[in-house]
Structures are given as structure tokens and as C-alpha cells.
């Protein structure tokens, strides 16, 4: 335990978009940060911050040392190859938590995705909405990628007795950018405001959560997260006449956008380079 308010988390892929959010947010609630990334950003802040690859097992250790959460947010965040998807997001998330029980770190919070899930259809939640628990339905690779990340979660929980929550992430950015985003929206200040909650539970087994903000269009089910301690503030809506003015029109309900959870990944292809 680090010396202050809340302890230190270890949090790799912390140069990225969310990263960037959450490291700042955190260490503004008391946590202390060290980020672990490909690259140094421009800014660290008063962030500790190691240079390295979540697929090296000898830097992963080093970096774990007096660490009292993980917070692992590396990889590739969009469709891929199946080569490079597996050695950034599949070995790399293994690697992570591996690493994680030889440190004897106890919790994980991990950055899974709607794409786990991004071929359930919009239609079939009218009434309810979706739950955590519905079976995994990823869209691409990169879907798949966050279906082993939950599947390592549950192991390595049952396994180690690790805490561990799988965070499937919405759409973490400033604003959002397009009319499925007024659902699927997490704002950077909710996001720091459901990963400090789920850093600090006390009671944690192994969960699945969604991560938006409280957005009066969004049909998944923020319970899980709440029953954590998540209290969103934020709500979509206020972007609601802006994003639907730049939309020019209303959607159409057979558009994969607007039919699948995870929109137009559910037609991205992998690059050919
Ligand atoms: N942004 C979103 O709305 C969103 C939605 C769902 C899930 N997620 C997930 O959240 C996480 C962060 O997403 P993001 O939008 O910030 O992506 P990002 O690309 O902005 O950040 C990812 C970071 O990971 C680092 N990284 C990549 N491979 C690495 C490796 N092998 N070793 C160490 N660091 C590595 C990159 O350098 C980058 O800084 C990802 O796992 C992504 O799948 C994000």
C-alpha cells in the first residue's frame, strides 16, 4: 500500500484515450498511479510512469511491486488482424494477469467491451434491458479478444481468488460523436467515477459490468455497476439536439449502427497489412 489516501494502482495502456481520463481523475481522488505503456505521453502528470509491453512477463513484474489494483487497458482497441489481436490483447492480457497473482496483487478491474457482446440485436431488449449475463456474441476479433479477457477473469478468480471486474466499456470520449453514442456514452468524469467505485468495493468475487454514463436512451443495465457503487452523473442528452442536427435525420432501425449492440464493428474486416 502506497502512502496515499487510496493506494496505488498499476495502469497499463495508461497513454491511451481513457487512460488519459482515468489517470488524471484518479490521482485527483487520492490514488496513486503508475502508468504502464508502449509510449511516455506528453504529459504523465504526477503519474510514476514505466515504458514497457504487457507482453514482457520481467517488466510486468517490476512494475507490479506495492500495487493494491490493476487497472489493464492495453491493447488494440479496434478491429485487427487475428495475429496481431492475439499477441496485444489475448497474450498480453494473460500476461497481465499472470503477472498480477505472482505479485499477489488482489483486485483487477479490466477493460472489456460491448464488442464481447456486439451481435445482440437492439430489438430483442424493448422491455428490459440488457443484461450482463447474456452469452458472449463479439462482433470481430477484437470482440473475441474481450471474451477471453472475461473468460481469463472467471478462471483466474476461481483459480487465485483474485477480485476481478470486466468493465465492458461503452463510448468513453469527451462528447459523444454520433447517435448510437448518446447510448453507449461513458464521460470521462463517470468513467473515473466507476473505476474508483470498483477499486474500492468491499465486496468483490468476479463481476461483469457495463460502463456508460446514466443516459436516458441506453438499453443496458447499469444495476451491476450501481450495486458496485457506481453513481453516474453524466447523461447524453444534453448532446442530444447537436449530435442529432449533425446526424441530419432520425435512424434507421435496420442499419447495423442502430440493429446491434455493437454498431458498425458488426461489419468492420480486418486490415490486410
Ligand atoms: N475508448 C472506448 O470508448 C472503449 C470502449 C470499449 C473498450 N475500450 C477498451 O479500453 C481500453 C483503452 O482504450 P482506448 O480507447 O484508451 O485505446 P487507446 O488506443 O487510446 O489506448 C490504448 C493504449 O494501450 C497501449 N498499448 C497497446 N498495446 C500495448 C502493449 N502491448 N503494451 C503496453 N501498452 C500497449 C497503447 O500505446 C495505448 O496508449 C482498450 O482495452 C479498449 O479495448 C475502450
Not at 497473482?101 to 457482446?117: D, E, K, M, Y
Not at 470481430?140 to 472467471?154: C, D, L, P
Not at 477480485?163 to 470521462?188: A, H, N, Y
Amino acid at each position: 500500500m502506497s502512502d496515499t489516501e487510496f493506494g496505488r494502482i498499476l495502469m497499463t495502456g495508461a497513454a491511451g484515450g481513457v487512460g488519459t481520463f482515468l489517470r488524471a481523475g484518479l490521482a485527483e481522488l487520492g490514488w496513486q498511479v503508475r502508468g504502464f505503456d508502449l509510449v511516455t505521453p506528453d504529459e504523465p502528470g504526477t503519474t510514476e510512469w514505466v515504458v514497457g509491453d504487457v507482453g514482457d512477463a520481467a517488466a510486468l513484474d517490476a512494475a507490479m511491486r506495492d500495487v493494491d489494483v490493476v487497472i489493464h487497458l492495453a491493447g488494440i482497441p479496434v478491429e485487427d488482424r487475428f495475429e496481431r489481436i492475439l499477441k496485444s490483447n489475448i497474450d498480453g492480457t494473460y500476461q497481465v494477469f499472470d503477472a498480477a497473482v505472482r505479485a499477489g496483487v488482489p483486485r483487477i478491474l479490466t477493460a472489456s467491451s460491448n464488442h464481447a457482446v456486439g451481435y445482440h440485436e437492439r430489438a430483442d431488449y424493448r422491455d428490459a434491458p440488457i443484461g450482463v449475463d447474456v452469452r458472449p456474441r463479439p462482433d470481430t476479433y477484437y470482440g473475441v479478444s474481450k471474451v477471453f479477457m472475461e473468460a481469463i477473469g472467471s478462471f483466474y478468480a476461481d483459480r487465485h481468488g483474485m477480485q476481478v471486474v470486466c468493465v465492458r466499456i461503452g463510448s468513453c470520449f469527451e462528447e459523444p460523436k454520433s447517435i448510437r453514442m448518446l447510448d453507449t456514452w461513458l464521460s470521462p468524469a463517470d468513467a473515473t467515477r466507476l473505476f474508483h467505485a470498483l477499486a474500492t468495493a468491499p465486496e468483490v468475487g468476479y463481476e461483469i459490468v457495463y460502463g456508460i454514463s446514466a443516459n436516458k436512451t441506453a438499453w443496458w443495465d447499469l444495476e451491476p455497476a450501481r450495486r458496485l457503487g457506481y453513481e453516474p452523473q453524466d447523461d447524453s442528452d444534453v448532446f442530444a439536439e447537436k449530435v442529432e442536427a449533425a446526424a441530419g435525420g432520425a435512424p434507421d432501425p435496420a442499419d447495423p449502427e442502430f440493429r446491434y449492440l455493437g454498431g458498425r464493428f458488426t461489419m468492420a474486416v480486418p486490415p490486410e497489412d
